[in-house]
């Protein structure tokens, strides 16, 4: 039985994809390695979000070389569609597989196999075409998540916006989304393998639907979710701030089964950076959407991602995201250095901001998101919650781990057979930001 092993870097997307590779490969007599000496297949998914990204990925391309150098190598994903040819460089790799030809690495290396062809012997063969020329919405189907009780569904993929420092919409091509009757299929096709939850996933997520032949949007993909119920929960990954729409909020406060969780890509809370990243806002329309939500929906989990060290980010601009965030409800964030991206825009523009500014900035803001994650903790004591019990008990506690609808990961004691399902408790102790400890009801 081949035996094939998984290094995935980078986002959701990223992740559903291995995902869907893996288990045709699984459904197809291969299995997932216990050691990497014994695999037979190497698939690297690469990402190349941030200088940072891109070095690991190499780094995982070489380590996989190193663990077994008779394996078949892979490389695809993010890097692989933007880089090929520094991938060329790593003396060892097989092959090379843009984003367009991604979904058919499980068949080839399935009938490479089978009839016996030899590895590529003189470079890496490439499979690769211009991203931009993709046509239509390629799915690739998973019925099921090998570590996660919580699996994501990729609704949609690439981007059409082009904010002056992301390199995505380079390696993901045009927004293209799933048929909105293939979502609720693959939302009742998850239901069917037992999940309770499933997370709605995409690179553009608010630019759901408007390419399809029927056009849609993530509105109307949401108002059927409510009405049919395909699965018990349904939770929304990251949403810009100007596609998270007043009825979306509506719908979300309306229905129990969406989760009271939305996550925004704010980046800078200054109106002339906002202008400079392309990103389409102001601080104050933030500003107002966030306190719309707060007011809809008071126990909402507000997360935020911010992007700091953007060119010419002044003291001055950094401290109007600072103090824009301060005073908001957010419930937590996600905290991104800058990282300029050859090909994009903002790689060339004039004043960087030192590295060393850079770090000071972010620290000051991680501790900010600790503060206001802790303070959104505390107000949870006394009160009663659902949670859905994931499947692998804290490594460090033995309790049982459950995640509320507002992501609020919860500690509790109780028997195996409780996980995978939606239990109610009551929130006891919160030990800061770091852990919350409730009781079964
Ligand atoms: S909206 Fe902007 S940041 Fe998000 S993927 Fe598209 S280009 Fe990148």
Known sequence: MPIFNFTTLGCKVNQYESEAIAQYLTENGWSAARSKENADLFIINTCVVTQKASMQSRQAV???????????????GCYAQIEPDEIKKINGVHYIIGHADKHTIPEKMISRMAKHIPLPEFGP??????ISQEPEFRSMPVTGFANRTRPFIKIQ??????????????????SRSMPLEKVLDNIKLLKRSGYREVVLSGIHLGHYGLDLVLPTTLTGLLKQIKFLRPIDRVRLSSIEPTELTEDIIKIVAESDIFCHHFHIPLQSGDDLILKRMHRHYSRSFFRDM?????????????????????PGETEKAFENTY??????PVTYLHVFPFSGRKGTPANSYPDKVPSQVIKDR???MREMGNNKKMEFYKKLIGKKVQLLIEGTRSRSTGHLKGITSNYVPVFVSGKDNLKNHIVQARIDKVYGNEAVFGRLL
Not at 157 to 174: A, H, L
């Open 157 to 174: 993929d690439g981007c059409d916006s082009f904010c002056t420092y992301c390199i995505v919409p380079y390696t993901r091509g045009r």
């Open 362 to 364: 972010c620290l000051k």
């Open 290 to 310: 966030v306190i719309r939500i707060h007011e809809m929906i008071p126990d909402a989990a507000i997360g935020v991602d911010t992007l700091i060290g953007f």
């Open 323 to 328: 103090s824009l965030i301060e005073k908001l």
């Open 125 to 130: 063969l490439l499979m690769w075409s211009d």
């Open 62 to 76: 070489r380590k996989a070389i190193r663990s077994n150098p008779n394996a078949c190598i892979v490389v695809t």
